[in-house]
């Protein structure tokens, strides 16, 4: 049997009532969350931050993205209060600062790399000027050679697919406000983590983490070790959501489109994927998202949707149209 089948059923938090954890907006009643926070990106910049196949533009950074920025703003300001006072009342002088982290999860495909830069930028652009980093996780997946060996290829990005230990040892050294912390790369080109790359985290302001599944809730260990979960280490989580046929839509039209762009590279591990004809690749494509992404979706995402602070909620021409935000 399917082992979706066993599955609980998520509950769909777009049908609002009084008991739901959060409050519903619309894009256009949450645009007016935005009061007089200034539009500080250009058509320009957006285009250039957006990925291929994401239409978002300007309309979209005004109707959500500025509410969304004043939100942030709002919680980072408490926390640094919150910390300021817990100095005082611990009477510590010297103790460094720790990083405000955003974690953001979703699909594949569903357009999260587009909303993490967006976001990252309107952040660094705030009067106070902070220090804005973006981690994505796709760096902490186990090399393919580790994948092959243990016959975990088809489960790319499936939980066991990532070294989780060195995420918890990352998290953990940035919110220890650690200078210097490395995070591995990855390259959806080779399709692998890049050997020897890292990016290195020197105590940011805000951190925001990126990745399929980043709110994802371990089995706990049965000798009873405490290990803390991901995100434990978040100050506030984002899910981005969409109708699954919509994201199947949108995983397979750039699988399509990738055929005439970065395919074409002879490095390209879908490279051989460029030549073959249309229906081919179609089929390759489709196989993908049904054994792979759409599993994972199934089991392993989309239960994670219920545990972030803000759910944005995509139509199928890929801009939010509902806003879901957990109440206080
Ligand atoms: N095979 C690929 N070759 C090149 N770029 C890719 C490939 N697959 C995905 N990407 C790019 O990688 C980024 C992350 O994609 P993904 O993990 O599906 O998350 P999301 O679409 O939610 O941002 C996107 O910018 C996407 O365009
Ligand atoms: C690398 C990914 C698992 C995404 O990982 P993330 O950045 O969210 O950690 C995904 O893009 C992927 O490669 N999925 C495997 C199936 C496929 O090739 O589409």
Redesign the pocket.
Known sequence: MDQTETQPRVPDHFTGDDFSPFRFFTAEQWAAFRADTPLTLTEDEVRRLR??NDPVDLDEIRRIYLSLSRLLSSHVESSQLLFKQRKQFLSLSNVAKTPFIIGIA?????????TARVLTELLKRWPSSPKVDLITT?GFLYPNEVLRRENLMDRKGFPESYDVASVLRFLSDIKAGQPNVRAPCYS??T?DVLPGEYIYIDRPDILIFEG?NVLQVRDLPEDGKIVPFVSDFFDFSIYIDADEADIHKWYVD?FMN?RQT?FQKPE?F?HRYAAINETAALAIAENLWETINLKNLKQNILPTRPRADLILRKGPNHLIEQVALRKL
């Not at 979703?106 to 587009?114: D, E, H, L, N």
């Open positions: 990925s291929l979703g699909s594949v495909a569903v357009g999260k790399s587009t796709d959806h080109l399709y399929i750039r990738l970065a390209s879908f």
